[in-house]
C-alpha cells in the first residue's frame, strides 16, 4: 500500500466492491469483454494452466477481435489455450513470462508444476526475456505479455495503448 496507484486503486469503493464480488467464470459472457488479463503469482500456475473455462473464455475474447494479456506467472493461464484452428495461442507469437533464471532465482524450481517459460515454448511460443527483474513487455497479435513483477504497470499501459488503436 506503499504505491500510491495500487493505494488509490484498493481504496476506491466502486472496485473494492468489484474485487469482493468478482464473477466466477461460468458467470462470464465473453463476448461481453474485449480484453483478459491473467494477474501474476506462483498459484497461477496451479489455478490457471488447466482451467478449461478460463481457456475457452480466452479463446473465444481473442477469436472476436480482443486482447489476451497476463505478466509474471500469469501466463501459465495461456499454455493450454487453443484456438478453433486447433493450434495454441502463443504459437508463433512473441511472449515472455516468468523465466527459468527467475525461478530458479527464488529457488522454487523443484516447487512449481512446471517451468513456464520451458511449457510456452514447447507450445510453440518464441519466447523473449531480459535479465533477471527487468521490465520486459512483449505484444505480438494482440496478446501482451510482461516477464515478472516489475512489467505490470508497463503490460497496463500496453493493454490501454492497444485498446486505443
Known sequence: MKDPVNKEFWENKEYKNKIDHSMTPSQVNPKEYSTIFYAGGHG?????????????????????????AAVCHGPAGLVNVKLNNGKYLVDGKKINAFTNEEESEVKLTNVVPFLLEDKLKERGAKFEKSGLWQNHVVT?????????PQSAKSVGEAVVKELNK
Open 140 to 148: 505480438d497479435q494482440r496478446v501482451i505479455t510482461g516477464q515478472n
Open 44 to 68: 497461477a500456475m496451479w489455478d490457471f494452466a488447466d482451467n478449461k473455462e478460463l481457456a475457452d473464455i480466452t479463446s473465444e475474447i481473442y477469436e472476436n477481435g480482443g486482447i489476451v
